[in-house]
Nanobody, 123 residues
Framework: QVQLVESGGGLVQAGGSLSLSCAAS????????MGWFRQAPGKEREFVSA????????DYTDSVKGRFTISRDNAKNTVYLQMNNLKPEDTAVYYC????????????????WGQGTQVTVSL
């Protein structure tokens, strides 16, 4: 059974930092693209970042470029999202996802999802 378990969310003031983790089990982690998505109240889920399994290449949505960093540790079956200089508009539930499709920005291309972790950024 595949499981993705996020952790690291919380409440932080604007300008602060949080580090999210997503531990994967039940899948061949080294063959999966890993992505982070978020969903704010009343909004659709949106792509945040993703990392390739093959060459470690990364992708970010424009609003987080220069502030967020995605990484993965294949030995630990874990993907991370370091979030710096957080803004109130980053407030959302953050989900990690695993997929085999290279079209990383499309949520429907991911096979497995975590339960999400809440990130709240206050003024």
């Amino acid at each position: 059974q595949v499981q993705l378990v996020e952790s690291g969310g919380g409440l932080v003031q604007a300008g602060g930092s949080l580090s999210l983790s997503c531990a994967a089990s039940g899948l061949l982690f080294t063959r999966y693209y890993m992505g982070w998505f978020r969903q704010a109240p009343g909004k659709e889920r949106e792509f945040v970042s993703a990392i390739s399994w093959s060459d470690g290449s990364t992708d970010y949505t424009d609003s987080v470029k220069g502030r967020f960093t995605i990484s993965r540790d294949n030995a630990k079956n874990t993907v991370y999202l370091q979030m710096n200089n957080l803004k109130p508009e980053d407030t959302a539930v953050y989900y990690c996802a695993a997929g085999r499709d290279y079209r990383l920005r499309v949520g429907a291309n991911y096979d497995y999802w975590g339960q999400g972790t809440q990130v709240t950024v206050s003024l």
